[in-house]
């Protein structure tokens, strides 16, 4: 081997030089030497017995040594072959292991890592229940959920599919539309005996709000809609938190009003423990969307995780009763963001 990576052709180097042409000799010299013919290497690699050969004397040509002993009743190989064969086989084993592994995951059960993304109300609420009876159905399937306010990136993120909220702008990934996404201004039933509730956007000012405190360091505006366009509010808070969670429990302990995602607030407008206003404000909706990168060539553990969030999402109900049932059932659309 040593005579092949020392003998670099063209002026490039070695590596480049040695691979680039010598990758289809040392293929047919394997495929000989395994089948014991030429013949039978050529249908093996579906090209002519003509072109086998050449190949493999092209090969001997650069390792400066005869590999095989050629009569017209049979073909064997050297020493220098044999040994050539020897180091040769462990990577060509490999190789194939490789090959057959990726027939594997392409025509076998879904199995291998699947790293999710989300925010972390919605993967503590919604995704984070969900990975069990996956893991039920896929046991091949190892799954890692990273939570994080920010957009998990797709691309250089090593991040498999991911749950986004809103309205998307990101033209490099295919996003499925799972559920709407609702945002109703919400208190507790005692806040609402002690204080009342806003007629309007400008009420919320004589109120105790609390509010989310964003990744990049602002705070989060409360979107409506007015007049058939959309506003936004920033309201001055009393309690700011980093965390939707401490948000809903703040509301819920009656320590005044927030915006909520319908995920958060359906359970417990159901149950009587929040009620909703400014409802004739509620902003156009976006959605919630589980994002992948392409849909061709798709592995089967990312095809599965798609389908099977898919039906369970939308399963759960999470739209706010607050509205009328017929406004709750818009039919979700598979869109290119």
Avoid at 90 to 98: D, H, K, S
Avoid at 275 to 304: M, N, T, W
């Amino acid at each position: 081997m040593n005579a092949l990576v020392q003998a670099p052709l063209d002026g490039r180097d070695p590596l480049t030089s040695s691979f680039s042409a010598s990758y289809a000799g040392v293929v047919a010299f394997i495929a000989v030497a395994t089948e014991g013919s030429f013949a039978r290497a050529g249908d093996r690699l579906g090209i002519g017995r003509s072109a086998v050969s050449r190949s493999v004397q092209k090969l001997e040509g650069q390792l400066g040594t005869r590999l095989f002993l050629r009569t017209t009743r049979a073909t064997s190989l050297t020493r220098e072959g044999e040994r050539f064969f020897e180091h040769c086989r462990p990577g060509v084993e490999r190789i194939l292991q490789a090959l057959e592994e990726m027939r594997d995951l392409r025509e076998g059960p879904p199995r291998g890592l699947l790293r999710i993304g989300a925010t972390p109300g919605f993967g503590r609420k919604v995704v984070a229940p969900l990975l069990r009876p996956f893991r039920a159905r896929f046991p091949g399937v190892a799954l890692e959920l990273l939570l994080d306010e920010r957009d998990a990136d797709l691309v250089t993120g090593r991040v498999d599919v991911a749950f986004r909220e809103g309205v998307l702008d990101d033209s490099q990934v295919i996003a499925k539309q799972l559920i709407p996404m609702r945002r109703l201004v919400c208190a507790s039933p005692a806040y609402a005996r002690r204080h009342g509730l806003p007629q309007s956007i400008e009420d919320l000012a004589r109120h105790a709000c609390i509010n989310r405190r964003l990744p990049n360091g602002r705070l989060c505006r409360w979107d409506f809609k007015r007049d058939g366009r959309a506003a936004d509010a920033a309201p001055s808070a009393d309690l700011v938190f980093n965390d939707p969670e401490l948000v809903l429990h703040a509301v819920l302990a009656g320590d005044g009003l927030a915006q909520l995602p319908a995920y958060q607030a359906s359970e417990p407008l159901r149950a009587g423990t929040l009620v909703a206003c400014l409802e004739a404000f509620s902003p156009d909706d976006g959605g919630h969307y589980l994002c992948y990168l392409s849909r061709e060539q798709l592995p089967k553990r990312i095809r599965a995780f798609v389908d099977f969030m898919s039906a369970q999402v939308r399963a759960l109900d999470l739209d706010c009763c607050a509205r009328p049932q017929v406004e709750r059932t818009a039919p979700t659309v598979d869109v290119a963001a």
